[in-house]
T-cell receptor, first 110, second 111 residues
Framework: AQRVTQPEKLLSVFKGAPVELKCNYSYSGSPELFWYVQYSRQRLQLLLRHISRESIKGFTADLNKGETSFHLKKPFAQEEDSAMYYCALQPTGGGNKLTFGTGTQLKVEL | NAGVTQTPKFRVLKTGQSMTLLCAQDMNHEYMYWYRQDPGMGLRLIHYSVGEGTTAKGEVPDGYNVSRLKKQNFLLGLESAAPSQTSVYFC??????????FGEGSRLTVL
């Protein structure tokens, strides 16, 4: 069975500092990986997915199959980035049954 | 265009009572899901549906039942609520294999 690990429950950074939210996964096949975000009083929503290789709101994430990681990065944190971030894995041929990590609360301080 | 709507948003139950959570989506999505969110546990899939009239078990299905009689609705039922079912419940839908669209969540407390 697949597993997604987000080792940090809370990450505090200062505005303008780099951000890295860690995500490691365990899965024997080739997964598809996602980052979802939940801003205060808003719905959980997709931030980015690895196959699109996009930068969304300045965030990027690279799939490292050797290290089985999908860390989320942003070079300069903004106050509006404060939110709960979830890493999620979709197994190959698994329909759309996502396995979520436990989430990391990002707090950007002024 | 409301997206995914969950009702009720809050509910308090006594142990042994039953209730149904309703999820409605207006995006003509085939797939619908029920997750529960607990502190330190992330989101865990309870049941899901890949189309009208179909349902399947997720990671934590025990104590819950679901029905998908209409494409736009996905009901989650608790026949005999237990304190362990105190949680925030999220419904989501997707067109197929891809982005999930979530509801606002329903907070359930079982005393």
């Amino acid at each position: 069975a697949q597993r997604v690990t987000q080792p940090e429950k809370l990450l505090s950074v200062f505005k303008g500092a780099p951000v890295e939210l860690k995500c490691n996964y365990s899965y024997s096949g080739s997964p598809e990986l996602f980052w979802y975000v939940q801003y205060s009083r808003q719905r959980l929503q997709l931030l980015l997915r690895h196959i699109s290789r996009e930068s969304i709101k300045g965030f990027t994430a690279d799939l490292n199959k050797g290290e089985t990681s999908f860390h989320l990065k942003k070079p300069f944190a903004q106050e509006e980035d404060s939110a709960m971030y979830y890493c999620a894995l979709q197994p190959t041929g698994g329909g759309n049954k996502l396995t979520f990590g436990t989430g990391t609360q990002l707090k950007v301080e002024l | 265009n409301a997206g995914v709507t969950q009702t009720p948003k809050f509910r308090v139950l006594k142990t042994g009572q039953s209730m149904t959570l309703l999820c409605a989506q207006d995006m003509n999505h085939e797939y619908m899901y029920w997750y529960r969110q607990d502190p330190g546990m992330g989101l865990r899939l309870i049941h899901y549906s890949v189309g009208e009239g179909t349902t399947a078990k997720g990671e934590v299905p025990d104590g819950y039942n679901v029905s998908r009689l209409k494409k736009q609705n996905f009901l989650l039922g608790l026949e005999s609520a237990a304190p362990s079912q105190t949680s925030v419940y999220f419904c989501a839908s997707s067109y197929g294999v891809g982005e999930l669209f979530f509801g606002e969540g329903s907070r359930l407390t079982v005393l």
